[in-house]
Every structure is written in C-alpha cells, then in structure tokens.
C-alpha cells in the first residue's frame, strides 16, 4: 500500500521534524476530515508500505535527515511554478527548490522524482507568453534530474474564488496553446509532459493525459509491479493513487492564493499553533473520546515480479 505525505498540507516544508519522528516511532496517525473523531493509524513500514508518496514545494527541510527514509521506496512530486511573491507569499526562491530537487534527484534517482508545474493561472504578467517561457527555462534547468512533468489548468474551488477572485484559469484556446508548446519543450529536453485530471484532447499534442500519479507510474518508481485492490476515487476520472493521507487540511502556511486545502489564513495560523512535533497526529494529540482505528495494511507488491532496469 502507498502512504501518501502532502495532498492535504506540505508536511516536508513544515513539519519534517513531525515526519521524521513519526519515522523513528514507526507508526503515523491521521483524522478523518469528514468525521474528525474517527484516528486511522498506519505502521511506517516497509515490509506493509510499497511507497512514501511525497508532495511537496520545498524538500529541503528533509534533505540533511534522508538517511532516515533510505529503507523506504519513494516517489517524490516537488511543485515548481513561474509565481512570485504576490502569488506564493512564503515559498521559497525558485533557484533554491531547483537546486534541492537535484540534490534529492541524486539521492532516489530520476525515476522517482517529478515536478508539477500547477496549477497553471492567468493573472496580470502570468500570461501565455510567461509560461511557455518559464517553462522552457525550467525544464532546462532540470534536464537529465527528472523525465516527468506535470502540469494542470487552475481549478475554480470555493475556497479559490473566495480567496483570489482575481485569477482566472486559461480558456479552451490558451490551454491548446499551452498544451502544444509545452510538448515540444519536453520533447526538446527529453520529458514527459503529464496532465493531471486534464481534457484528454491535449493528447494530441504529445501530452500523456492518463494521470499523475497511477499504478505505472509508481511501479516505475520503486521499480516493482503492484497488485492493486479496487479503489474508489475521490476525483471523478482520476486513476491516481490517492489514499491512506496523513496530512490536514488548513495547515499550510505557504498560504498560496491558489490553494484549494486552506480555507483562509487565520484558521491556519490558528491551526499551525496546536502542532505538536510529538504528537501522532498533525495537528493537536489523541483525545479520549476519539475513535483510533488501525488501518489494515497490506503490501501490494507481487512478488518475484520486480520490473528489470534493463
């Protein structure tokens, strides 16, 4: 089964020292957001865990404690856009994530690395034109450290609209647009342009619009087949590989003003001040009247099958 460790919040840029003292305890465990008395806890162990699924915008938190994570695949996903500060308040500086997405492209090897370049928003200087430059100058500068990028059109959640009325998704048009010249800077740098719960019409430009990050997508990562049971997805259309998350939602402090996990900034502050780096859980501790269930883990790897790096 796969541990997944940033849809919700970005742990590693946060709360590393939670991450990896939950590592050290071998044991995680994390609320039900539909039913916030209901505590599924997961064993953080190989033997039952194929794979840590990380997400992040900043790995360097993990970076200097990696040896930590060795005895575990991995599959990392590191968000780099084209934003400034008037976007992405508290991210930090672009050459400063490239240069932590190389060095931990040397530790799990390119395989096991991917950008996202999402979400994708017009707004002001963030035209047409932009991306398709940043873009170029991001996949050279990471040419030969990952063979996967993803991208995805701004969606217009709730909490979007309320929080940043200002932005605006591409048209039809301008994803075409997009979608065409990013195939042929991926091409050009020898990547994959993925697109995540995208129109499967961008195919044609040589995008592969399957998902981000589906079964074949993890085998090729932690180099092994999975025998996957039946999972509901939480997205229609969506084929990805998306349970068993440890974060929570409202607890990200990079406070981007595309964010679809926060409500608004003072409930994360709020939030942000009940963390316990000692805690089992993210954010607070165990309550007396809260239901813990132990997740029923199961290795999917099948095994004798592993996929031959040749």
Known sequence: MIINVGNRTDILAFYSDWF???????????????????VIKYRLDPEVVDCLAFCTKNPKPMLDRFSKIDKFRQF?????TSYGKDIEPNVPDKKEIIDSFKKLSDYVGPDSVSVRYDPILIYGKYDI?????????????????????????????????????????????????????????????GMTIRGCLEDARLSKYGLDMRGCMTKEVIEKAINAKLKVPTIQSKREGCSCLLGNEIGEYNTCMHLCKYCYANYSKEVVIENFKKHNKNSPLLIGNIEPDDEVVESKQKSWIVDNNQISLF
């Open 129 to 189: 034109a932009w991306h398709i430059k940043c873009f170029d100058k991001l996949c050279e500068s990471l040419e030969g450290y990952t063979h996967d990028i993803v991208i995805s059109f701004l969606d217009l959640y709730e909490k979007v609209k309320k929080n940043a009325p200002e932005l605006r998704p591409p048209s039809k048009e301008e994803e075409d647009i997009l979608a065409k010249e990013f195939g042929i800077i991926g091409k050009k740098y």
């Open 20 to 38: 990896y003292n939950r590592i050290d305890e071998e044991y995680v465990c994390s609320r039900n957001p539909f039913n916030p008395k209901k």
């Open 76 to 80: 990392w996903f590191v968000t780099i």
